[in-house]
């Protein structure tokens, strides 16, 4: 197996990104709590726009943690894989992380060998997934 590409950075600076931006919002959150516990009686307006602020930044770096641990559980997933396919003999080449031009998105593995070109989209799935034709069906654990 020759390595034609390595793991790319994608999937890592989404990591970083929504790791950050949880971080400064539950900073920003925390100096408004604060904030808000100094103020005195006569500053009510203040003091609401402050919970308001702390109340904000809950959710919205909530969403951000949620796509952080997405992310970050994506990123080890592919790094296994890559790994896995590294077991390949010489008869394959591997390119991993190609990004397209024009999209969101990338191609998290192309393995090229005598037997034909595969495209591997890796997700961190739990449960059992099935394929019937064209449609893929996820039955999650416990259900």
């Known amino acids: 197996m020759k390595i034609l590409k390595h793991t790319g950075n994608y999937l890592e600076s989404k990591v970083k990104l929504n790791r950050d931006m949880s971080i400064l919002l539950l900073l920003i959150g ?33 969403f951000f943690l949620k796509n952080y641990t997405n992310y970050k559980n994506g990123l080890s997933a592919e ?17 991993n992380d190609v990004k397209l031009r024009g999209s969101q998105g990338n191609i998290d593995h192309i393995v090229l060998g005598p037997n034909g070109i595969f495209v591997i989209e890796t997700k961190n799935y739990s449960g ?8 893929w069906i996820r039955h999650y654990e416990g259900v």
């Open 30 to 62: 925390l100096g408004g709590l604060v904030g808000y516990s100094v103020l005195s009686a006569n500053y009510i307006s203040a003091k609401f726009s402050l919970m308001y602020l702390f109340i904000i930044c809950l959710i919205v770096g909530s």
């Open 79 to 95: 790094k296994l894989v890559s790994e896995f396919l590294q077991n390949l003999n010489d008869d394959y080449y591997i390119i």
């Open 128 to 135: 059992q997934i099935v394929c019937n034709g064209d449609k």
